[in-house]
C-alpha cells in the first residue's frame, strides 16, 4: 500500500502543472504580504483611545436592531446576540481591540486562501484516475497483482495528502511570511468565541488551526466528490466543472433554500461548515454538531462506496 | 508439457450482445503461440479477459493453476502484458517508468531493472524522458515493463504494429531468446500474417469470436499436395494436351505449374526429358499463411 502511494506522488509531483499549483499558493500569501505591508506603511494604525465608548455605541446600534428585525429572523437574532456579548465581554475585561496588524491577523486573512486550495484539490482529484484511462495507462496499472480496490485507495489518499500538504504550506508560508512583515502582538490577546450563549476565552493559536481544519472539510467533501465523479465516469472536465460550481454555488443555493425549508438541512453544503457549531449559527435552526458529523459521513461513505463499486467492476476497454 | 494458460468455454456478453463464443484452448510452456483473426473477430476482447481488464461472462481461465476469476492476483503475477500499444507515462522518464512498475511486484532489484533495460537495448536513453523516445523505443520500453517480473506468459497484443522491418526483426530475435533460454510462453495477436508465420510455433485462428482452429505452422503451411512451377523451354502442342489432361497443368510464359504431391516430381521430370522438352528449373511454390488463411476464413 506504502509502495502504491509513493508511485502515486511521484506521479503527482513529476508534472509541471502540480508544482505550480504549490507555487500559486506560496506567491499568493508573499503578494497579500506585501500589499498588507504597504497599506500598513500608507496608513499607520492609530491606538484608539476611547474604543470602550465606541463599543457602548455599537452595542446600542446592535440591541436596537435586535429588537427590530432580530425577533422573526433566528439567524440574524443570534448574529446579534453575539456581537452584543463579545463587545460586552470585552469591555468587562479591559481587553482593548488589536489595532496592529499582527501574524494572527494575518494567518487569519489567509483563511480565504483556502478556497482556493480547495480549487486546486479538486483539479487533482479529478484528474487522479481519468487521466489513467485518457493516457491509456491504466491498462499496464490493473494488470499488477494488486487489488483494484487498493489501486483505487492509494489514489484517494494521495489526494488527501495533496490537500493536507497544501494547507499545512499555507498556514507555515503564512506564519512566516506574517512574523516577518508584521511581529508577534505586543500583548497576547485571546480569541474570544461566542458558545451556548457564553463567551469564552481561547489561545489564538490552537484556534485558527481549528478554523483551518474546519474549513478545509469543505474541500475534503468536494474533492471525495470529484474523485467519486472522476472514477465513475472517467471525464475529468465533468468532475472538475461539477464540483467547482458546486463549491461556487452550493452553499449560497443552501443558504436560500435554508430560509424557507427545513429539508434543507439534508443537503451537503448546509452541513460543511462546522465552524458554526463553535462561534456562530447553524444555517437552520435545530441543526448539531452530531448531525451534520452523521450527514457527513454518509456522504462521503455514499461517495467512496460509488468510486469503488464502479472501479473494481468497470470493464476496461479504452 | 505442462500447460501454462487454459481456456475452458470462455464466453463474453457485451450488452446482451455475444463477443466471444465459448473458446477453449491452451498454451503450453515455452511456446509461441499466436493468435489470429480479422480485425474485431474478438482477439482483443480475449486477451483483456486473459489479463483480468474485462469480466469473463461465463467459463474459466487458469493461469499457472490459478483462475483469473477467485485469484486474480495469483495468477496474474505470472503474466506479463502489452494490450495494445505499451502506454507510458510520458513526463516521467524511461526508468521512473519501469519503477512504477517494479514498486508493485514483490523484490524486484536495481539489478534485475538494469538487467532488463541492457536486454531490450535501451541503456542509453533509460534515464530520458519517454516523450522524447521513438515509437520503436516504446515498444522496447514496453517489453522492459513486462519482463521485470520473470513472467511464466508474456502477451504481446499487436508487437509489431508501427515498427519498420529492422524493429520487428528486433522483436522476433527477443521471443525467440525468451521462450528458448527462458522457457517462457508467448502469445502474440496479430492480423500481420506473413510475421506471424516466421515467429509462432502454433497458430489459434479465431473469426466472429469463435475458434476456427489450431494448429502448429508447419502443417498449417503444408497440407498434402504443393503447388510446383516448371521453368521449361518452348512446349509442342502434343506435349501441352499431355500435360492439360494427364497433370491438370497450367501454361505459364516460362513453362507450367502443377499441383500435385512431392513425390511424383521426379517421374515428371524424367517423362519430360523422355519427351525433349527443355527443362531449366522445378521449385516449389509454398503457400502462404495468408492463402490460408483466407481459405480458413472465408469457409
Redesign the interface.
Known amino acids: 500500500m506504502g509502495k502504491l502511494i509513493i508511485n502515486e506522488w511521484v506521479k503527482l509531483f513529476r508534472r509541471a502543472g502540480t508544482m505550480v499549483l504549490v507555487g500559486i499558493v506560496i506567491l499568493m500569501v508573499l503578494g497579500i504580504g506585501a500589499f498588507l505591508k504597504y497599506e500598513e506603511i500608507q496608513n499607520p494604525p492609530q491606538e484608539n483611545q476611547n474604543w470602550k465608548q465606541d463599543l457602548t455605541v455599537q452595542i446600542e446600534g446592535d440591541r436596537a436592531a435586535l429588537e427590530e428585525t432580530g425577533q422573526n429572523n433566528a439567524n440574524l437574532k443570534m448574529f446579534y446576540e453575539r456581537q452584543i456579548a463579545i463587545n460586552e465581554y470585552q469591555i468587562e475585561h479591559d481587553l482593548a481591540p488589536e489595532t496592529n496588524y499582527n501574524v494572527w491577523s494575518f494567518i487569519s486573512e489567509n483563511m480565504g486562501a483556502i478556497g482556493f486550495i480547495g480549487v486546486f484539490t479538486i483539479i487533482i482529484a479529478a484528474g487522479m484516475v481519468s487521466s489513467e484511462f485518457s493516457w491509456g495507462t491504466i491498462k499496464l496499472l490493473l494488470i499488477r497483482p494488486m487489488n483494484r480496490s487498493k489501486i483505487l485507495l492509494s489514489k484517494y489518499i494521495t489526494v488527501v495528502l495533496f490537500g493536507v500538504m497544501m494547507l499545512t504550506i499555507l498556514y507555515v508560508v503564512s506564519a512566516v511570511v506574517g512574523l516577518a512583515l508584521f511581529g508577534l502582538p505586543e500583548e497576547s490577546l485571546p480569541h474570544l468565541a461566542f458558545v451556548n450563549g457564553e463567551v469564552v476565552e481561547r489561545s489564538l493559536f490552537l484556534n485558527l488551526i481549528g478554523e483551518y481544519f474546519l474549513s478545509s472539510i469543505d474541500v475534503l467533501m468536494l474533492a471525495t466528490m470529484a474523485f467519486m465523479i472522476s472514477a465513475v465516469f472517467r471525464n475529468s472536465s465533468l468532475a472538475i466543472g461539477l464540483s467547482l460550481f458546486l463549491m461556487f454555488m452550493g452553499s449560497s443555493i443552501t443558504m436560500l433554500l435554508a430560509a424557507r425549508y427545513e429539508w434543507a438541512k439534508y443537503i451537503l453544503f448546509a452541513n460543511t461548515n462546522l465552524a458554526v457549531y463553535f462561534d456562530g449559527v447553524p444555517p437552520v435552526e435545530g441543526m448539531t454538531l452530531t448531525f451534520s458529523i452523521v450527514m457527513l459521513f454518509l456522504y462521503f461513505v455514499l461517495f467512496q462506496l460509488l468510486a469503488f463499486f464502479v472501479f473494481s467492476k468497470r470493464d476496461v476497454a479504452a | 508439457m505442462t500447460s501454462v494458460l487454459t481456456l475452458k468455454n470462455v464466453k463474453k456478453t ?1 450488452k446482451r450482445k455475444t463477443i466471444i463464443n465459448g473458446l477453449s484452448f491452451s498454451v503450453l510452456e515455452g511456446e509461441v503461440f499466436g493468435f489470429l483473426g480479422p480485425n474485431g473477430a474478438g482477439k482483443t476482447t480475449t486477451i ?1 479477459m486473459i ?5 469473463i461472462s461465463e467459463g474459466d481461465i487458469v493461469i499457472c493453476g490459478k483462475s483469473i476469476k477467485d485469484d ?3 495468477a ?2 505470472h ?1 506479463g ?1 502489452i ?10 522518464t524511461g526508468y ?1 517508468n519501469l ?3 517494479a ?3 514483490n523484490g524486484i532489484s536495481k539489478g534485475k531493472i538494469a538487467e532488463v533495460v541492457e536486454l531490450v537495448g535501451l541503456t542509453d536513453r533509460i534515464h530520458e524522458k519517454v516523450k522524447t523516445y521513438s515509437l520503436g523505443m516504446h515498444q522496447r520500453l514496453g517489453l522492459a ?1 513486462c519482463l521485470l517480473h520473470d513472467p511464466k506468459l508474456l502477451i504481446l497484443d499487436e508487437p509489431t504494429n508501427g515498427l519498420d522491418p529492422a524493429g520487428i526483426r528486433e522483436i522476433r530475435d527477443h521471443l525467440r531468446m525468451l521462450t528458448r533460454e527462458r522457457g517462457m510462453s508467448v502469445i502474440v495477436s496479430s492480423h500481420l500474417l506473413s510475421e506471424m508465420e516466421l515467429m509462432c510455433d502454433r497458430i489459434a485462428i479465431i473469426q466472429n469470436g469463435e475458434l476456427i482452429d489450431v494448429q502448429t505452422v508447419n502443417e498449417f503451411i503444408d497440407g498434402e499436395t504443393a503447388l510446383f512451377s516448371f521453368e521449361t523451354g518452348l512446349i509442342n502442342k502434343p506435349e501441352v494436351t499431355w500435360l492439360k489432361s494427364e497433370w491438370d497443368a497450367t501454361i505459364t510464359e516460362s513453362g507450367f505449374t502443377v499441383e500435385t504431391a512431392r513425390e511424383k516430381i521426379p517421374g515428371l521430370i524424367k517423362k519430360l526429358t523422355a519427351k525433349g522438352v527443355d527443362l531449366y528449373g522445378v521449385k516449389t511454390i509454398a503457400k502462404t499463411l495468408e492463402d490460408r488463411f483466407l481459405e480458413v476464413t472465408s469457409k
Not at chain 2, 489479463?51 to 469480466?55: D, K
Not at chain 2, 494490450?83 to 516521467?92: A, D, H, I, T
Open positions: 457485451i483483456r489479463v483480468g481488464l474485462m469480466e486474480f492476483t495469483g496474474i503475477r503474466i502484458a494490450v495494445e500499444n505499451p502506454e507510458m507515462y510520458k513526463f516521467l521512473q519503477m512504477q512498475y514498486r508493485m511486484h515493463q
